[in-house]
């Protein structure tokens, strides 16, 4: 087994880091939030897809140590050694145009402990060129080695399904690249004993690349849906419907449904990666995910408006009327608000005059508005004029929703039909 660290201790770095721990690995995980540290340290796990017992499990075994980022100021931990680290930092946007801050501090950090014959790969979503280019350099400049002469370098794009218990680690296939063939070799090597298969590709650009596509593939198809709503809606046609009688046919269709906007740190974020980096490399837009962003963007607002007409088609304005919006996660059955659409509807709601109250049991502090638990909520719902489903949450009972409230919009077609209830 190797020695491995895992820098960047999210959603994709602690699940990777306690599956390599229990299979045997000796793990180190090393990130820059030192209540992150505090927590794994003390078994517990911040992450839904990583339970208290696991990171207690491998932290006991000795398989697995917690321990902060070191500063470019400060000295490397002097066991600080890897056979293969591995870079799952967050690539966000900033002003849409992409953040690699995380990824070359990665680097530059992991290259002041890199050894010869060692491995390194990127995990982190960003568009092609990344690895063999800003990464190589980053770890090249601090540690004075060659990448794939001294050192092996790769890229693996991760492809966790947050909170889904069908795709995991485990079971979705991992594709894995490297500048040079024994650095692929190596890297193989590891991630074999980690999921149940590897796809090799020819290049860090090739697997970098399959991952944007994978993921602007599901934005432009839900913006599709998304386009089709709005117009199914003006023409008198339930989308729902006509999507369920599209999917009968049975092959090379996918089962997209429309909502409120596309949240989460990988759809809305992915695509843009590559938009911006043809727009400043090719002097070309990337036009399907410029448009999927434009469309899936405005929903939201679409959401508002749509409450507007269904208030005034009942003899009541948006200014003051009391709204209840379910839901707040970017989707169900996640805490996550990072892009979520849901809180753009609600911000946009109070922009209009509503007077706005959330619930969502995955959210416990929502500080921007009144909340109300699940509890309160089975008591208050003809309080509202109208009901916003914006995250169709499992927790909520969608029956009593249709026989109680007076208006429903529902936004994730999670409602009963009923007289109140109307379909975004
Ligand atoms: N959504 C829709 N309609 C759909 C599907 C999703 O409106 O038909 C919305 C969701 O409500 C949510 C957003 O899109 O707001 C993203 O949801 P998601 O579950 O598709 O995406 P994530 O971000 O949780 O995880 C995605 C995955 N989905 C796709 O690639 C299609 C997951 O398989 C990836 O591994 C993950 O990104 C990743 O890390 O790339």
């Given at each position: 087994?190797?020695?491995?660290m895992?820098?960047?201790l999210g959603?994709?770095?602690?699940?990777?880091?306690?599956?390599a721990?229990?299979?045997?690995?000796?793990?180190?995980?090393?990130?820059l939030s030192?209540?992150k540290?505090?927590?794994?340290t003390?078994?517990?796990?911040?992450v839904?897809?990583?339970?208290?017992?696991?990171?207690?499990?491998?932290?006991?075994?000795?398989?697995?140590?917690a321990?902060?980022?070191w500063?470019?100021?400060?000295?490397?931990?002097?066991d600080?050694d890897?056979d293969?680290?591995?870079?799952?930092?967050?690539?966000?946007?900033r002003?849409?145009?992409?953040?690699?801050?995380?990824?070359?501090?990665?680097?530059?950090?992991?290259?002041r402990?890199?050894?010869?014959?060692?491995?390194v790969?990127l995990e982190?979503t960003?568009y092609?060129?990344?690895?063999?280019?800003?990464?190589?350099?980053?770890?090249?400049?601090t540690?004075g080695?060659q990448?794939?002469?001294?050192?092996?370098?790769g890229?693996?794009?991760?492809?966790?399904?947050p909170g889904?218990?069908?795709?995991?680690?485990e079971n979705?296939?991992?594709?894995?690249?490297?500048?040079?063939?024994p650095?692929?070799?190596?890297?193989?090597r590891?991630?074999?004993?980690i999921?149940?298969?590897?796809?090799a590709?020819?290049?860090?650009?090739?697997?970098?690349?399959?991952k944007?596509f994978?993921?602007?593939?599901?934005y432009?198809?839900?913006g599709?849906?998304?386009?089709?709503?709005?117009?199914?809606?003006?023409?008198?046609?339930?989308?729902?419907?006509?999507?369920?009688?599209?999917?009968?046919?049975?092959?090379s269709?996918?089962?997209?449904?429309?909502?409120?906007?596309?949240?989460?740190?990988?759809?809305p974020?992915?695509?843009?990666?590559?938009?911006?980096?043809?727009?400043?490399?090719l002097?070309?837009?990337?036009?399907?995910?410029e448009?999927?962003?434009?469309?899936?963007?405005g929903r939201?607002?679409?959401?508002v408006?749509?409450?507007i007409?269904?208030?005034?088609?009942?003899?009541?304005?948006i200014?003051?009327?009391?709204?209840?919006?379910?839901?707040?996660?970017?989707?169900?059955?996640?805490?996550d608000?990072r892009?979520?659409?849901?809180?753009?509807v609600?911000?946009?709601?109070?922009a209009?005059g509503?007077?706005?109250?959330?619930?969502?049991?995955m959210?416990?502090?929502?500080?921007?508005?009144?909340?109300?638990?699940?509890?309160?909520?089975?008591?208050?719902?003809?309080?509202?004029?109208?009901?916003?489903?914006a995250?169709?949450?499992?927790?909520?009972?969608y029956?009593?929703i249709?026989?109680?409230?007076?208006?429903?919009?529902?936004c994730?077609?999670?409602?009963?039909?009923?007289?109140?209830?109307?379909?975004?």
């Amino acid at each position: 087994m190797s020695r491995v660290m895992i820098v960047g201790l999210g959603y994709v770095g602690l699940p990777l880091a306690l599956r390599a721990a229990e299979v045997g690995h000796h793990v180190t995980g090393v990130d820059l939030s030192a209540e992150k540290i505090e927590l794994l340290t003390s078994g517990i796990s911040y992450v839904e897809d990583a339970t208290d017992e696991q990171v207690s499990a491998v932290t006991d075994s000795g398989h697995f140590t917690a321990r902060p980022a070191w500063g470019p100021e400060e000295t490397p931990p002097a066991d600080a050694d890897f056979d293969i680290a591995v870079i799952s930092v967050p690539t966000p946007l900033r002003d849409r145009v992409p953040d690699l801050s995380y990824v070359e501090a990665a680097g530059r950090m992991i290259g002041r402990v890199l050894r010869p014959g060692a491995c390194v790969v990127l995990e982190s979503t960003t568009y092609p060129g990344t690895t063999d280019g800003l990464l190589a350099d980053a770890l090249a400049q601090t540690s004075g080695l060659q990448p794939g002469v001294d050192f092996h370098l790769g890229y693996s794009p991760e492809r966790i399904d947050p909170g889904s218990s069908v795709h995991t680690l485990e079971n979705t296939p991992k594709l894995v690249s490297a500048t040079t063939a024994p650095g692929l070799a190596e890297i193989e090597r590891f991630y074999d004993t980690i999921v149940e298969r590897t796809v090799a590709v020819s290049s860090p650009r090739v697997a970098e690349m399959a991952k944007i596509f994978e993921n602007t593939q599901a934005y432009v198809n839900i913006g599709l849906v998304n386009e089709l709503s709005e117009i199914c809606h003006d023409m008198g046609i339930d989308v729902h419907e006509m999507i369920d009688a599209a999917m009968t046919k049975g092959h090379s269709m996918a089962h997209w449904k429309p909502g409120p906007g596309v949240g989460g740190h990988c759809l809305p974020i992915d695509p843009m990666y590559l938009a911006w980096q043809t727009r400043t490399s090719l002097g070309r837009r990337f036009r399907f995910a410029e448009l999927a962003d434009e469309i899936n963007l405005g929903r939201p607002d679409y959401v508002v408006q749509r409450t507007i007409d269904l208030l005034e088609e009942h003899g009541t304005s948006i200014v003051g009327a009391e709204v209840l919006v379910l839901g707040l996660a970017y989707k169900p059955g996640v805490g996550d608000l990072r892009e979520s659409p849901s809180v753009e509807v609600v911000h946009g709601l109070t922009a209009v005059g509503a007077q706005v109250t959330v619930v969502d049991p995955m959210v416990p502090v929502w500080p921007h508005t009144p909340s109300l638990s699940l509890e309160e909520l089975a008591g208050e719902l003809d309080r509202f004029a109208v009901v916003v489903v914006a995250t169709d949450h499992a927790d909520f009972d969608y029956v009593k929703i249709a026989a109680s409230a007076r208006l429903v919009l529902d936004c994730r077609h999670a409602v009963a039909e009923s007289t109140s209830v109307v379909a975004l």
